[in-house]
């Protein structure tokens, strides 16, 4: 239904008139706002001490059969704190801004930061001394060849366990450390039915089994570990409510004395049976969240088209007098703190690179209905309104533009992005159809998503990434290739230049492509560009997909399971497969631009005016331009992308395809094709890692982000970068594209 722009007044008048809050729209808000910012991130290794205790006891079981009880204790030996000022029930850890860890996953590089993790550089942890005793004397030991990078590592030689992380081309660092990622469950489902819905499929499809068929071995144990871990959600949500009762005997205000009571109440309804109010639906959504990302070791549990799935219930409340447009929007903002609480803890290494502690939700706004009409409401803009008083940095907010948005949405964006917190992003709709109708099928190929699925349930989630609610699982930010690198080492025949702080500068890191002399002509050197980046995006793929088998294996995850359409009947875990669409793991590029700039800059100084040999541009990048000034001046003097300028721009066009095609030709091991993508966030830490490139960048600079222009290449303005953008396909690229521009003041236009 189209929302018309009169509706806005019915939010209330002061709501969006007033000055707005720093800190939150009232002060209850605001003191749940001051606890989250006066706690400093800390570890907690509650998942840690439970699963080493139901691995120990559970020696010799099958790995599905382990996993699964070990879920189920985590969520028995959840925290039954319950906080002043809050609405909303239940913590995903003991203290406020706490990091569950998944141990299993993360022991090998826990036990090299450990000793420094409270003063590290990047992004220290709090950990009392009793817990870091505890995991370095005990817990760390038992999982110590047992994390799913040890166990790659045993499928590849050491120069080749070093090389593809941290420093070289092709880097799947990440993809070793996460499971459970970049998901976005069937919340329409989970709200309307609770869990109870999937705890009476799961008895009914165990009772069905058929004894004598083989198949019903290994299914049987997936209905009986299903059954264990919803039985302990059911068990949580009525510690919770005790929790909440028990509170409200000791409170004297009768007002917060009241609330305790409804929370009691509430508890008692959700997350385990269906959703009776707006209040109900969003506790639900709080929950799911949190129960994920205890389960998973990944960031990114997505709420996805939540002003869709969740405005019969606001609607619903708003017309029987019981909810108002403010009292939404308290819960609103709650929720964005809460998401706030749970810290990523990564490694050193993998803080150098990505930075923070952001776990990537999402939030997204407007869109198309399944009939193709604006599908903005009043919970649109409250979830934009929010995101302006609470001031939070999670969860990305998002907004999916088409052609119909109503201008006062476009509006509250609009001021939104204006407080400078880096909210909303802007998705359109049409690009994003196009991705999902192609997602993970080949470079010739389908999904298996319908047209209605996508307009419904169709949204952006983690970073950049397109996906449908319920419908896909896998992981979407696997494999990175250093694009920017892999030009350098086309013109330097495979040797890292020196001057950065890459471990394996001066030495040959990929294969001889071909000796500077060899290339006597700009389709050489060009050719020995794509079969840099191609030995790179082959080497990761190769290691992907050991990762994968690993994963499929030994590293099962039920709640995702459950909240998967259709994996409670084919009794496969969502990480063998079981999804309507198995997405990743993704092979994504950084450093586009940069790329792209340092073949136009060879094309043109090398080869078109002949001002420079390919040797004398290999002896400056070994160098890192010392001695070179001249050379390096006219490097950077090349047409750059970003400036509408069709010399670029072509090579720009085309590599982009062939990187696309490159990727979406490889078979992932769940049956899948690989996703390409754009890596959006690691632009910094990549760079400190390249050596000079031949656009004239130095040393250990940044490299491009996302696929916007090298910094401070874009020379013509926005106009200009903007045409050059659009010269690009971006619905070849599934797994999602971002572009950030930077608009000087003298280039807005008034008015």
Request: with cysteine; aromatic share 10%; proline share 5%.
């Amino acid at each position: 239904m189209s929302f018309p722009a009169n509706r806005v007044a019915l939010m209330g008048q002061e709501l969006r008139a007033g000055p707005v809050a720093k800190i939150g729209s009232t002060k209850r808000i605001q003191e749940l706002n001051g606890m989250l910012h006066s706690s400093r991130p800390n570890v907690d290794i509650t998942r840690s001490r439970v699963y080493t205790q139901i691995y120990r006891e559970t020696e010799g079981m099958p790995p599905m059969m382990r996993r699964y009880k070990a879920s189920a204790a985590v969520y028995r030996a959840l925290s039954e704190v319950v906080y002043d000022h809050e609405q909303l029930v239940g913590w995903p850890t003991k203290r406020i801004r706490g990091a569950n860890f998944a141990i299993e996953m993360h022991a090998h590089w826990i036990a090299e930061d450990l000793p420094e993790v409270r003063s590290r550089e990047y992004d220290p942890f709090d950990i009392s001394d009793e817990d870091f005793e505890e995991l370095q004397e005990d817990l760390l030991p038992y999982w110590k060849n047992k994390t799913l990078a040890v166990q790659w590592g045993y499928h590849v030689d050491a120069f080749e366990w070093s090389r593809a992380q941290f420093g070289g081309v092709s880097d799947i660092s990440n993809y070793l450390c996460t499971n459970g990622s970049h998901f976005i469950p069937r919340w329409t489902d989970v709200i309307a039915h609770g869990f109870v819905k999937y705890y009476e499929e799961a008895k009914q499809l165990l009772v069905a089994l058929d004894p004598n068929d083989p198949a019903s071995i290994d299914k049987r144990i997936f209905y009986q570990g299903i059954i264990e871990v919803l039985e302990a959600i059911h068990d949580w949500g009525e510690r919770m409510s005790a929790a909440c009762s028990r509170k409200a005997a000791k409170e004297t205000d009768p007002v917060r004395k009241q609330e305790l009571e409804d929370m009691a109440a509430m508890m008692k309804r959700v997350p385990w049976g269906p959703a009776t109010s707006f209040y109900d639906a969003m506790e639900t959504a709080w929950a799911v969240c949190f129960f994920l990302f205890v389960e998973g070791a990944g960031p990114s549990i997505t709420w996805g088209r939540i002003d869709q799935y969740l405005y019969p219930y606001y609607k619903a409340d708003i017309e029987k007098g019981i909810l108002t447009p403010e009292s939404a929007l308290e819960l609103i903002e709650e929720l964005y703190i809460r998401v706030n609480t749970n810290v990523w803890f990564q490694s050193s290494q993998m803080a150098y690179i990505f930075g923070g502690n952001y776990r990537y939700p999402h939030v997204d706004v407007g869109g198309l209905d399944e009939n193709g009409q604006d599908a903005a409401n009043e919970l649109s803009y409250l979830f934009l309104r929010a995101m302006r008083y609470v001031r939070t940095t999670a969860p990305n907010i998002s907004v999916l533009l088409h052609q119909k948005n109503p201008e006062s949405l476009l509006r509250e964006a609009c001021e939104l992005a204006a407080e400078g917190m880096g909210h909303p992003s802007f998705f359109n709709v049409e690009t994003l159809f196009t991705m999902l109708t192609h997602r993970a099928a080949g470079p010739d190929g389908y999904s298996n998503y319908t047209r209605r699925e996508i307009l419904k349930y169709g949204s952006p989630l983690g970073c950049i990434e397109p996906g449908v609610e319920g419908q896909q699982y896998g992981h979407t930010d696997s494999g990175i290739i250093n694009v920017a690198s892999a030009t350098t080492l086309a013109v330097t025949n495979g040797v890292m230049p020196d001057e950065s702080d890459n471990i394996f500068s001066g030495k040959l890191i990929t294969f001889e492509s071909g000796a500077p002399s060899s290339l006597t002509s700009f389709e050489a050197f060009y050719e020995a560009v794509k079969a840099q980046i191609q030995y790179a995006v082959k080497e990761c793929h190769a290691n992907l997909i050991i990762c994968e088998k690993l994963l499929a294996e030994q590293f099962m995850l039920p709640t995702f399971t459950i909240l998967l359409e259709g994996a409670l009947q084919k009794a496969v875990d969502a990480v063998a497969g079981s999804a309507k669409v198995n997405i990743g793991p993704t092979i994504q590029m950084v450093g586009f631009a940069t790329m792209v700039d340092s073949v136009a800059a060879v094309k043109k100084v090398v080869f078109d005016d002949q001002e420079a040999t390919l040797q004398e541009v290999c002896d400056a990048c070994m160098n890192n331009f010392k001695g070179y000034d001249v050379l390096r001046a006219k490097l950077i003097a090349a047409p750059k992308f970003g400036n509408d300028d069709d010399y670029a721009d072509r090579i720009a066009v085309d590599l982009w395809k062939w990187f696309a095609d490159c990727v979406s030709s490889l078979k992932m091991y769940r049956g899948n094709y690989c996703d390409p993508a754009i890596q959006m966030v690691a632009n910094v830490g990549y760079g400190s890692l390249t050596g000079a490139t031949p656009n004239g960048r130095l040393a250990g600079m940044p490299i491009s982000d996302t696929m916007s222009a090298s910094p401070m290449a874009d020379r013509n303005g926005p106009g200009a970068a903007a045409r050059s953008y659009r010269k690009l396909d971006y619905g070849i690229y599934s797994n999602g594209t971002m572009l950030n521009m930077w608009i000087k003041d003298s280039e807005l236009v008034e008015g």
